[in-house]
T-cell receptor, first 113, second 117 residues
């Protein structure tokens, strides 16, 4: 059964600090992995996508890594801001027709002053 | 470009009543999804449409949930009768057709929050 597990479940950090969110998956055959940010009361918004051949990808203060061998991904947030407070959801896509996606339960991040 | 539109944003009903949610996807997006997101959990796929045909409805509780996309554009999701455990946010998302470049980039609406009392 395809699964995506994220850790930690929740996290509180001070503004300006860095943090790393983890995602482990057992989706097969793997196509790509995407991190979404979901603000409270809003729908998820895509931050970055990782394909099988990519190890690291950065988008402003977000850096995602992918280790396809160990089936792990991380999302590193640098110099956190209050606006980073949100749920971060890891979504893994399987190859094949129909665009099959498996969602993680998300990491709830809170950035405080 | 306009995003995915959903309505209503909030709905409170009593158990055993019925409710309907509406979604207007991004223009040109052939694939439309309905997800159920219970508080503290990730979205769970209820149904996926490709144009006006159903691709996957394996997790849709068909005894009480129904969805349609008659003209391959707008979609409605109905719950009748509602149960307490149906309290959740119902997210609509759309994407290009599988096989198209960027097909697995889902654009989500803001969601419809349902509270069943």
């Amino acid at each position: 059964k395809n699964q995506v597990e994220q850790s930690p479940q929740s996290l509180i950090i001070l503004e300006g600090k860095n943090c790393t969110l983890q995602c482990n998956y057992t989706v097969s055959p793997f196509s790509n992995l995407r991190w979404y940010k979901q603000d409270t009361g809003r729908g998820p918004v895509s931050l970055t996508i990782m394909t099988f051949s990519e190890n690291t990808k950065s988008n402003r203060r977000y850096t995602a890594t992918l280790d396809a061998d160990t089936k792990q991904s991380s999302l590193h947030i640098t110099a956190s801001q209050l606006s980073d407070s949100a749920s971060y959801i890891c979504v893994v896509s399987a190859k094949g027709g129909g665009n099959k996606l498996t969602f993680g339960t998300g990491t709830q991040l809170k950035v405080e002053l | 470009e306009a995003g995915v539109a959903q309505s209503p944003r909030y709905k409170i009903i009593e158990k055993r009543q019925s409710v309907a949610f509406w979604c207007n996807p991004i223009s040109g997006h052939a694939t439309l999804y309905w997800y159920q997101q219970i508080l503290g959990q990730g979205p769970k796929l209820l149904i996926q449409f490709q144009n006006n045909g159903v691709v996957d409805d394996s997790q849709l509780p068909k005894d009480r949930f129904s969805a349609e996309r008659l003209k391959g554009v707008d979609s409605t999701l109905k719950i009748q009768p509602a149960k307490l455990e149906d309290s959740a946010v119902y997210l609509c998302a759309s994407s290009l057709a599988p096989g198209d470049a960027g097909a697995n980039v889902l654009t989500f609406g803001a969601g419809s929050r349902l509270t069943v009392l």
